[in-house]
């Protein structure tokens, strides 16, 4: 097998919270929060599924907005301040704690790292400030760089044509079971960040582990 050179994740789920926006406004969105961040979540990646059939390509950002708009209308929540804060926060959102430590950790051991994600560059640039790993990143790769979002076999060429590297020269994370079972089914070395006690899927591809959380990666690789 080959060694290991690149180390890939995935940003939304896997290194930066994406109940965080909805959690900090929790005094004013009230107690379903958490109802309006998992719907928010689960709209945002449907519609990039859906306008990949469609061969609709629009900007992340814009699939982001479209999502909490309409997670919001059907929580019967009309407040367009909130909307805005909301989405000012989500070009802030949290990296989970032990997201710097890890890259560290991996830059000290010699690997490459980068994130490849639907986010598109503006977003992925706030995240990665925010969370002030810039230095720890060798690429942040966005799928404007090709048009079509995750799992099209286009956005994990990007990492190939970034690093120079074969498929299974790349360990890829991701909190996104159908991401990591397509990544894997593309030939990655994959490890699901299962943060959210999941199941597998009944797609192509398996992961080579399974781990809570990114504090585990250091004992794999």
């Known amino acids: 097998m080959e060694k290991t050179k690149v180390c890939i994740f995935d940003a939304y789920g896997t290194l930066f919270d994406v109940n965080a926006a909805c959690r900090e406004l929790s005094i004013k969105v009230g107690e379903k929060w958490q109802e309006l961040a998992t719907l928010w979540r689960l709209r945002q990646v ?124 790349v360990a890829f994370f991701s909190s996104n079971a159908w991401d990591m079972h397509a990544a894997a089914n593309y030939g990655f070395k994959t490890i699901w960040v299962n943060r959210f006690n999941g199941k597998l899927e009944r797609l192509p591809g398996k992961p080579e582990a399974i781990v809570k959380s990114l504090n585990e990666i250091v004992h794999i690789l």
Do not use: H
């Open 46 to 169: 449907e519609y990039t599924w859906l306008r990949n059939s469609m061969n609709e390509y629009i900007d992340f950002w814009e699939i982001t907005e479209n999502a909490l708009e309409y997670a919001m209308e059907v929580m019967n929540i009309e407040n367009k301040i909130l909307k805005n804060e909301l989405l000012d926060l989500y070009l802030k959102l949290e990296a989970y704690p032990e997201v710097e430590n890890i890259l560290t950790k991996l830059k000290e051991r010699g690997f490459q790292t980068g994130i490849l994600s639907n986010g598109s560059d503006k977003m992925l640039e706030s995240a990665v400030k925010n969370a002030q790993i810039e230095n720890l990143l060798d690429e942040v790769l966005s799928v404007e760089r090709c048009k079509v979002f995750k799992p099209s076999s286009k956005v994990y060429d990007l990492v190939n044509d970034a690093f120079k590297v074969k498929n299974n020269q």
